[in-house]
């Protein structure tokens, strides 16, 4: 059994009311001014600790931005391969299908803070190596894809940390409002910023598209220690074996009535997705390509995806203040695959740039209400092991996408994956939403009360 050493902050709902159903509040003489029940509960503030954890994830998320669009522009330098190209986004997601589970065990059995900072250093290290290879001419594409993997598996640690943290770090009440902007400095910064100085570094040279990012890295790490004081680790009332932690993790998960549908729906979702990903820039970069955009302009396609991210970071806690959580999460989530087949019906570039905008809107909309509540269904102390457990399964299940995608691209064309990625995307949304309802995520928020 474990229990956390940073108890959740109180809120507005757990304050105490009168008979007559006011709260009282003291005036200047000590009297208790009446305040009306129905008046609305005061906005916690995130506060500090949230914020320099916000300027790590931008730091990190700036050099994944870097890394993440640089990596395919240097490997189009290298290959026109739809299996190479593929190759690389399935290294991307590997360490997830590898490592998931073990992360967040680590994660739980270890301070969090800790852990995040050592795997951003590692990454500085790892990236500078890099850099130095491309600055001697000695990074191949056997090479590449070794330095993606290997940047991949900073980012389980990293990011699993990242995610348990913030119910640590803000009041329960507010957790929406501080995934949002987790997840729109994340698109912000990794796409309206990185991918296209990925553009302008790899002019440069392919030593700044990783030597920049190794710098960002370090940064992130000063950050971190300095500015989120304190211990944080789950405590343990008693020793348990990491075998033990990985079969409760993975128990928990696919024994949960909220968490099982989410993470099987979202991961077969996110295997469509790769898929499509992975050769989409087969069907819209360069001579031959469908819609024949220029490397260059690229980048710039997808910093749509961010203004469309930032756009759903601000209209989610509003959205879910007037409309059922769970109807505008579906919602986001139904829409997938009929956006996938836009740039295939309507191959042009004005089309393109509404449907990223969308993409960018929606996905952040889903994945925030998502993430909210799953942190409030799981026992803090448990968040590291499911999260592992749920993203083995929803993270693993991408380079099986990107393989797929490369060798469906292979015998029967790009078009055909994108088309195929669209349908599957829509059947496994419709997973969690014909088995996960409101009374559901009731139970289980109050099982975890």
Do not use: K
């Amino acid at each position: 059994m474990t229990t956390s050493t940073h108890a959740p902050r109180s809120t507005a709902a757990g304050a105490p009311s009168t008979a007559a159903g006011t709260a009282g509040t003291a005036d200047a003489t000590g009297a208790a001014t009446p305040v009306p029940a129905d008046a609305p509960a005061p906005v916690e503030p995130l506060g500090r600790r949230f914020g320099a954890l916000l300027t790590v994830t931008g730091l990190a998320n700036l050099g994944d931005g870097i890394v993440q669009m640089g990596a395919p522009l240097v490997a189009l330098t290298l290959t026109r391969s739809p299996g190479q190209i593929s190759l690389l986004a399935a290294a991307t997601w590997l360490p997830w299908l590898l490592l998931g589970i073990l992360g967040g065990v680590v994660i739980d059995r270890t301070d969090r803070r800790r852990a995040q900072a050592i795997a951003l250093a590692g990454r500085a290290v790892l990236l500078g190596v890099g850099a130095a290879l491309a600055l001697t001419d000695r990074l191949s594409m056997p090479v590449l894809v070794v330095l993606v993997l290997v940047y991949g598996v900073t980012e389980v640690f990293a990011d699993l940390a990242q995610t348990s943290l913030v119910p640590d770090l803000v009041p329960r009440s507010r957790l929406q409002a501080a995934n949002g902007r987790v997840l729109a400095t994340q698109q912000v910064l990794n796409t309206f910023v990185g991918s296209p100085l990925a553009g302008g570094l790899l002019a440069l040279g392919t030593g700044w598209v990783l030597g920049v990012p190794a710098a960002l890295a370090v940064a992130a790490v000063l950050v971190l220690l300095r500015g989120i004081p304190g211990r944080y680790r789950a405590e343990r009332t008693e020793p348990t074996r990491a075998s033990a932690d990985v079969r409760e993790g993975v128990r928990y998960v696919f024994h949960h009535p909220v968490l099982r549908p989410f993470v099987l729906g979202g991961g077969v979702m996110n295997m469509a997705s790769t898929a499509y990903t992975a050769v989409f820039v087969l069907w819209v970069v360069g001579p031959g390509s469908r819609m024949e955009v220029a490397p260059t302009v690229y980048p710039l396609l997808a910093a749509v995806i961010a203004v469309g991210a930032v756009t759903g970071s601000l209209l989610t806690e509003r959205l879910v203040r007037r409309l059922p959580e769970l109807r505008v999460m579906y919602v986001c989530w139904l829409v997938v695959g009929p956006l996938f087949l836009a740039p295939v019906l309507a191959p042009n570039l004005p089309a393109l740039v509404v449907v990223l905008f969308l993409v960018g809107a929606t996905n952040t909309i889903g994945n925030t209400i998502s993430m909210s509540l799953r942190q409030r269904v799981v026992p803090r102390a448990l968040l590291g092991r499911t999260a592992g457990a749920g993203r083995t399964i929803g993270y693993g299940l991408m380079p099986v996408g990107a393989l797929l995608g490369g060798l469906v691209a292979e015998q029967a064309g790009v078009g055909a994956v994108l088309v195929g990625a669209a349908v599957v995307s829509l059947l496994a949304a419709l997973y969690p939403v014909l088995t996960v309802n409101r009374g559901t995520v009731v139970a289980a928020e109050a099982a975890n009360a």
